[in-house]
């Protein structure tokens, strides 16, 4: 069983930034791949940025090329999600989630809000 714990989550104003954590609870060697997703109210889950277990892979929705980057520290287990230049179309809570032996897991979600 895999657990994934999110922190870094909180209000920032439109422009600024944030950088997302996710612990996971074992090695990131074993999963196939960490992602990000996101949800806002009364929308549906979506993909935000997903990477491999080697790091070379990674993939991005189109809303957040160019200001969202993840990465992963495999020393620390734990997989970051670095925002910049936040929108209020950012605001959602938002998921990390592990990918291993085709089974999902998720945490339980950290809020992001973008709001002047």
């Known amino acids: 069983q895999v657990q994934l714990v999110e922190s870094g989550g909180g209000l920032v104003q439109p422009g600024g930034s944030l950088r997302l954590s996710c612990a996971v609870s074992e090695s990131l060697i074993s999963i196939y791949a960490t992602s990000w997703y996101r949800q806002a109210p009364g929308k549906e889950r979506e993909l935000v940025a997903e990477i491999t277990n080697n790091g070379d892979t990674t993939n991005y929705a189109d809303s957040v090329k160019g200001r969202f980057t993840i990465s992963r520290d495999n020393a620390k287990n734990t997989v970051y999600l670095q925002m910049n230049s936040l929108k209020h179309e950012d605001t959602a809570v938002y998921y990390c989630?592990?990918?291993?032996?085709?089974?999902?897991?998720w945490g339980q979600g950290t809020q992001v809000t973008v709001s002047s």
């Open positions: 989630n592990a990918l291993k032996w085709r089974k999902n897991y």
